[in-house]
């Protein structure tokens, strides 16, 4: 398995990221007070990383983090994930602890308009089990062109 991970430089981050190719899996951690510049940090690494791919799915792991960020912010972080480089095609699955967090991740998710290929879930465990049973199926949203044809 080839298993590439990147940290943040600064010691004092909160985020930080793996890619799993075999798995075709991108996974985010977050811990302590983050913010809306650490989730974008976290998301311009992922972008200029040439493992990364729109395809990848997501995990991201906030059990440990506490989200600092209002919904304006939150509305940005959207507009980004939704159009920016590191828009992703995959599924999404959060962990989240937290009932604030969970609200956050929600709105998120709706205004990124991925509620159709996102869960949340209480523990990595489930997340993780969840990834593994769709990791070949592709979201709703994203069929390609070559799938459409096919189904006519």
């Not at 943040?8 to 799993?20: H, M, N, R, T």
């Not at 995959?90 to 937290?98: M, Q, R």
């Not at 290929?117 to 990791?135: Q, S, V």
Request: proline letters at 3%; one cysteine or more; a neutral charge.
């Amino acid at each position: 398995m080839r298993f590439l991970q990147t940290y943040d430089s600064c010691l004092d981050a909160v985020g930080s990221y793996w890619i799993d190719n075999d798995r075709r899996l991108r996974i985010e951690k977050y811990h302590g007070k983050t913010g809306l510049a650490d989730l974008k940090a976290v998301q311009c690494s992922i972008a200029a990383d040439p493992a990364w791919r729109a395809d990848f799915h997501g995990l991201i792991d906030f059990s440990e983090a506490d989200l600092d960020i209002s919904a304006n912010e939150i509305l940005r972080l959207a507009l980004v994930m939704r159009h920016g480089p590191s828009r992703s095609h995959g599924w999404l699955a959060y962990v989240v602890t937290h009932s604030a967090t969970h609200g956050a991740v929600r709105m998120l998710c709706h205004w990124m308009r991925a509620t159709d290929r996102m869960r949340i879930f209480k523990t990595r465990a489930e997340a993780e089990i969840w990834l593994a049973r769709n990791i070949y199926q592709i979201p709703p949203a994203f069929i390609s062109e070559v799938e459409l044809r096919n189904v006519g």
